[in-house]
């Protein structure tokens, strides 16, 4: 044998080791001529070259380095292209997504007559559905910014139920056959947690805001698990065709992580997947008594965190505040548990040994769950990776307790470019100064994991990515970025993607960086994120996925 031209090849020879000697009865790719990079400890590092063996990385280095490391194994041409690692979302609803791209999609719609023109149409296609269900409209993108009603509905569908969602997730819109399905009327009290929105005579108007939604939502007949498989199979199509290679699902039934696990086991999850136990409640607390399933290797699944809700969302006017609404001044949001109770079900997930994932948009909510963590990791010390979903609007001298309490922030970076044409006027000039406040979080230590939400945001990473660096929309807006001194650099968004994602599922040393002994997830784009303009990284194609050393989306074999 040659001896070791140097240390650095040691090393990648011990790395070689790390995933098993390279033998013949297990392929060996060697993929060169691409400008990659990956983080490498605290920074990003760049090769031309990298050698993957049974899903796994042995080595990256320059093209001698490995051709050296691994003469025999199979070349894998990259045509110059660039790699980064996969991508990973790190919050958001699969299902959901894959039930919009068969149901009524609202998104981006710039007028009611727009959405209302989408929901005819959809119903004239459908005239067998017994129900039209869709989701993605918001207010805030129209002329007139008030609430839709149900009358506006009933001026396209009138002969059964219609049901859509906002683009938060957090209010529903119905016609008035929903009402009556559901039985809303003047007498309707509002439940805890929600809110019917009624006009100045208090008849129902159409718009149930969080927990009211359920009055109708209830009556929506159940999806089939073959229906709920075939959503699932969708929005893994289109999350590697936008580079994802992980996802935190945002809170799953049993039923859904019943059909992960199945399609896990059949070695037909394309992507990794670390699901959330949905809520504490009487029909969860057995399945949470069981324990986490930790990641490993050997699957794609896992299970480590349980969501739990304490608001609603800014657009709707559901997210908890200190003081009211500026523009709705009776208003301050809904808190969907008060402290003992939030403490409980906070202390149900750490004790059965979860990470606390609590979603928490207003700063009356993120309070109440700071204090509801505070008190179970005083409980139980030896717990760690707590995060909250969202942290949208934290009051300022609550910050830092992120970092004393060692919690991620589980944040959303197009939230901030989707919500700028309403927050101040929701909640003033005064209290954005701790919204969105991605760089004051990285400057005290707090870690990030960044994700879309989706289907509330859409999926394309690269969007949020553009969207934390610029903190600009899709079309460049504002000038100079929206509360731009909270802005990331370009190498803390894609680590937010992507190592610090991984983090917050504790999969680190599984796959978020392609570094010797993790998973060879990667994806080729079209063009390098740190030589352009951070104004064209939301134009970034995806040009290849490849998830544990194998080819699973490219262009080329999706064009008709």
Same mark, same amino acid.
């Given at each position: 044998?040659?001896?070791?031209?140097?240390?650095?090849?040691?090393?990648?020879?011990?790395?070689?080791?790390?995933?098993?000697?390279?033998?013949p009865q297990?392929?060996?790719?060697?993929i060169?001529s691409?400008?990659g990079?990956?983080?490498?400890?605290?920074?990003w590092?760049?090769?031309?070259?990298?050698v993957?063996q049974?899903?796994?990385?042995?080595?990256t280095g320059t093209?001698?380095e490995?051709?050296?490391?691994?003469?025999e194994a199979?070349?894998?041409?990259g045509?110059?292209?660039?790699m980064l690692?996969?991508l990973?979302?790190a919050?958001a609803?699969?299902?959901?997504?894959?039930q919009?791209?068969?149901?009524?999609d609202?998104?981006g719609?710039t007028?009611?007559?727009?959405?209302?023109?989408r929901?005819?149409?959809?119903a004239?296609?459908n005239?067998?559905?017994?129900w039209?269900?869709?989701?993605?409209?918001?207010q805030e993108l129209?002329e007139?910014t008030?609430?839709?009603?149900?009358q506006?509905?009933?001026q396209v569908?009138?002969d059964r139920?219609?049901?859509l969602?906002?683009?938060d997730?957090h209010a529903?819109?119905?016609?008035?056959?929903?009402l009556?399905?559901?039985d809303?009327?003047r007498?309707?009290?509002?439940?805890?947690?929600g809110?019917?929105i009624?006009?100045?005579?208090?008849d129902?108007?159409?718009?149930?805001?969080?927990?009211a939604?359920?009055y109708v939502?209830?009556f929506?007949?159940q999806?089939s698990p073959?229906?709920?498989?075939?959503?699932i199979?969708?929005?893994?199509?289109?999350?590697?065709?936008?580079?994802?290679?992980?996802?935190?699902?945002a809170g799953?039934?049993q039923?859904?992580?019943?059909?992960?696990?199945?399609?896990?086991?059949?070695?037909?999850?394309?992507?990794?997947?670390n699901a959330m136990?949905?809520?504490?409640t009487?029909?969860?607390?057995?399945w949470?008594a069981?324990?986490p399933?930790?990641?490993?290797a050997?699957?794609?699944l896992?299970l480590?965190g349980?969501?739990?809700?304490?608001d609603?969302?800014?657009?709707? /006017?559901?997210?908890?505040?200190?003081?009211p609404y500026d523009d709705?001044?009776?208003n /301050?949001g809904?808190?969907?548990?008060?402290?003992s109770?939030?403490?409980?079900q906070v202390?149900?997930?750490?004790?059965?040994g979860f990470?606390?994932?609590v979603?928490?948009?207003?700063d009356?909510?993120? /309070?109440?769950?700071?204090?509801?963590?505070?008190?179970?990791?005083?409980?139980?010390?030896?717990?760690?990776?707590?995060?909250?979903?969202?942290a949208?609007?934290?009051?300022?001298e609550?910050?830092?307790r992120?970092?004393?309490l060692?919690?991620?922030?589980?944040?959303?970076?197009t939230?901030?470019?989707s919500?700028?044409?309403m927050?101040?006027?929701?909640?003033g000039?005064e /209290?954005l100064?701790?919204?969105?406040?991605w760089?004051t979080?990285l400057?005290?230590?707090?870690?990030i994991?960044?994700?879309s939400?989706?289907p509330?945001?859409?999926?394309?990473?690269?969007?949020g990515?553009?969207?934390?660096?610029t903190r600009q929309?899709?079309?460049?807006?504002?000038?100079?970025g929206?509360?731009s001194?909270?802005?990331?650099?370009?190498?803390?968004a894609?680590?937010?993607?992507?190592?610090?994602?991984?983090?917050?599922?504790k999969?680190?040393?599984?796959?978020g960086?392609?570094?010797p002994g993790k998973m060879a997830d990667?994806i080729l784009?079209?063009?390098?994120?740190?030589q352009?303009p951070p104004?064209?990284?939301?134009?970034?194609?995806v040009?290849?996925t490849?998830?544990e050393g194998?080819?699973?989306?490219?262009?080329e074999s999706t064009?008709p």
């Amino acid at each position: 044998m040659k001896p070791f031209a140097s240390f650095f090849q040691l090393l990648l020879w011990v790395g070689l080791l790390l995933v098993g000697c390279v033998a013949p009865q297990s392929e060996t790719l060697r993929i060169e001529s691409v400008q990659g990079y990956t983080l490498s400890g605290e920074d990003w590092i760049s090769f031309e070259s990298m050698v993957m063996q049974d899903g796994k990385v042995v080595g990256t280095g320059t093209t001698d380095e490995m051709r050296e490391l691994a003469p025999e194994a199979t070349v894998v041409d990259g045509q110059g292209r660039v790699m980064l690692p996969g991508l990973i979302d790190a919050h958001a609803h699969v299902v959901g997504l894959g039930q919009l791209l068969t149901q009524v999609d609202l998104t981006g719609a710039t007028s009611l007559d727009e959405t209302l023109q989408r929901v005819e149409q959809y119903a004239i296609e459908n005239p067998e559905s017994p129900w039209i269900v869709g989701r993605g409209w918001n207010q805030e993108l129209w002329e007139d910014t008030s609430f839709p009603t149900a009358q506006d509905l009933d001026q396209v569908v009138n002969d059964r139920p219609v049901f859509l969602s906002r683009i938060d997730g957090h209010a529903a819109w119905v016609n008035s056959v929903a009402l009556q399905q559901g039985d809303v009327t003047r007498e309707t009290q509002d439940p805890v947690g929600g809110r019917v929105i009624r006009d100045d005579q208090g008849d129902p108007t159409g718009i149930l805001v969080d927990a009211a939604e359920t009055y109708v939502a209830r009556f929506i007949p159940q999806e089939s698990p073959e229906q709920i498989e075939e959503a699932i199979s969708l929005a893994i199509q289109e999350m590697l065709s936008l580079g994802i290679t992980g996802v935190h699902d945002a809170g799953v039934s049993q039923g859904v992580w019943q059909i992960f696990q199945d399609l896990d086991a059949k070695g037909e999850l394309a992507v990794h997947i670390n699901a959330m136990v949905g809520g504490v409640t009487d029909q969860t607390r057995p399945w949470i008594a069981k324990g986490p399933v930790e990641p490993s290797a050997s699957s794609r699944l896992s299970l480590t965190g349980v969501k739990i809700y304490s608001d609603g969302a800014l657009g709707s /006017r559901g997210a908890a505040m200190l003081e009211p609404y500026d523009d709705e001044p009776e208003n /301050r949001g809904l808190l969907f548990y008060d402290q003992s109770e939030m403490n409980e079900q906070v202390l149900t997930a750490v004790s059965n040994g979860f990470q606390a994932n609590v979603h928490a948009i207003g700063d009356a909510a993120n /309070r109440q769950v700071l204090d509801a963590l505070e008190e179970a990791i005083n409980a139980y010390p030896e717990s760690s990776r707590h995060r909250v979903e969202h942290a949208q609007v934290v009051a300022v001298e609550d910050i830092p307790r992120f970092a004393e309490l060692g919690l991620i922030a589980s944040m959303q970076p197009t939230h901030a470019t989707s919500d700028k044409n309403m927050a101040q006027d929701r909640i003033g000039a005064e /209290r954005l100064e701790g919204a969105y406040a991605w760089r004051t979080f990285l400057d005290q230590g707090t870690i990030i994991a960044a994700g879309s939400d989706f289907p509330v945001e859409p999926v394309n990473p690269f969007y949020g990515i553009h969207a934390s660096v610029t903190r600009q929309d899709r079309n460049d807006e504002p000038p100079g970025g929206w509360l731009s001194d909270e802005a990331m650099t370009l190498r803390e968004a894609l680590r937010a993607f992507t190592l610090d994602a991984a983090y917050a599922a504790k999969s680190e040393t599984l796959y978020g960086s392609l570094e010797p002994g993790k998973m060879a997830d990667f994806i080729l784009i079209d063009r390098d994120p740190f030589q352009i303009p951070p104004s064209e990284l939301d134009n970034i194609v995806v040009l290849e996925t490849w998830v544990e050393g194998k080819n699973v989306f490219s262009q080329e074999s999706t064009r008709p």
